[in-house]
């Protein structure tokens, strides 16, 4: 077996969409990296690999290009200071009940589709449906992670997980809103709630990774505050499609 040092297996991405998966491990490639990267493929019988790059290493990009990944989603990570005194209480958004499950999960179902892997043919949309619902309902059950509510007439309405990098940064994770209740402010809610909970946890700044194909999302974030930190491209390869020609 080939040591996984240019690469690295995905075993929870494998197990969930029953499908070999890896990704290459460091930002950079070159030619040398790239053909280790193929003969990894090739011997563990990969069927997908991830690739997340710098958006402005033009070099690496194009041989990831030539060797037939194609982009899926462009990343922007946004950060913000959490300084108590540029936070304002904020009333509406609520700790996750039990009850509260079902309709997150229904939530998850249908929001999250700017994502990278709704833009991979590859995976079936239902799996992605599932993959999204999981995520939800592992945040809700995890003691790493808080999970913030938004009620409209006593029913879930949309949810935003509040998650810590390090003692001094803080991570909005998921956030959603039920598609008939957008509009009307529980994003931004949800947002100032997460803010107003991480600082309480005692972090002084806040990370948050977002799509650009998201333009709503990304006003939203400017809106409140954050600055871009950074861009990336994810891209994916599928043994079975091979090099683009």
């Known amino acids: 077996m080939m040591s996984d040092a240019v690469c690295r297996r995905l075993e929870w991405d494998s197990t969930f969409f029953g499908r070999r998966i890896a990704s290459i491990r460091g930002k950079r490639l070159d030619r040398a990296k790239i053909c280790s990267v193929q003969d990894f493929v090739r011997a563990e019988s990969i069927d997908c690999i991830y690739y997340l790059v710098d958006d402005g290493d033009l070099e690496s990009i194009e041989i990831a290009e030539d060797a037939g990944f194609r982009c899926m989603d462009v990343r922007v990570t946004r950060e913000r200071s959490l300084e108590h005194r540029s936070l304002e209480d904020v009333v509406g958004a609520q700790p996750y009940r039990e009850e509260d499950l079902h309709a997150l999960q229904a939530i998850a179902r249908s929001s999250h589709g700017a994502t990278r892997f709704y833009h991979d043919p590859g995976f079936p949309r239902e799996m992605c449906d599932a993959l999204y619902e999981r995520w939800i309902t592992n945040a809700c059950i995890s003691v790493e992670s808080d999970v913030l509510v ?9 949810y935003v997980t509040c998650l810590s990098e390090s003692a001094e940064m803080g991570k909005i994770g998921l956030i959603a809103v039920a598609e008939n209740c957008r509009g009307r402010g529980f994003g931004e809610l949800l947002v100032r709630s997460s803010l107003v909970r991480l600082a309480t946890r005692g972090h002084e700044r806040v990370r948050v990774v977002s799509q650009a194909r998201n333009a709503e999302s990304a ?27």
Do not use: M
């Open 219 to 245: 006003r939203l974030y400017e809106r409140l505050g954050f600055v871009t930190t950074g861009t990336e491209r994810w891209y994916h390869f599928w043994q079975e499609a091979g090099p683009s020609t």
């Open 150 to 158: 938004v009620r409209d007439s006593g029913d879930a309405v949309g």
